[in-house]
């Protein structure tokens, strides 16, 4: 992974409520087997202290950085955690900094 790439992904990550948001949407990926990973914005949106047009330009944030991706389903927005750059930059960063 190329350094412009890493940048872009933790400029995406530095801001505190799109991090916050990215962990929400990473704990509902992990708690729903049965869905497939899924997590619908409608369900979290009311643990997160942030109006509706704000999660919308950080949802967008992080699909840019290719953190998550999105689908419409109707009136609603599922999101998935990208899972193979959540590898690339587990191994990345395992590389660079390895446990003593």
């Known amino acids: 992974m190329d350094t ?7 400029k995406a990550l530095s801001n505190e ?8 949407i990473a704990e509902a ?14 369900d979290i949106i ?3 202290n942030i109006g509706a047009p704000t999660i919308s330009h950080h ?3 992080l ?3 290719d953190l998550i991706t999105t689908e419409k389903r109707g009136k609603f927005l599922i999101c998935r ?7 690339e930059i587990s191994k ?7 446990l003593k």
Do not use: W
């Open 4 to 10: 412009k790439k890493m940048a872009k992904i933790f």
């Open 17 to 24: 409520n799109r991090l916050e948001l990215y962990l929400k």
């Open 29 to 42: 990926h992990e708690a729903s087997f049965e869905t497939g990973g899924e997590c619908c914005v409608a």
């Open 46 to 48: 009311a643990c997160l």
């Open 59 to 61: 949802i967008k944030e």
């Open 63 to 65: 699909v840019n950085a």
């Open 81 to 87: 955690v990208n899972e193979q750059l959540v590898t």
């Open 92 to 98: 990345m960063l395992a590389l660079q900094y390895p």
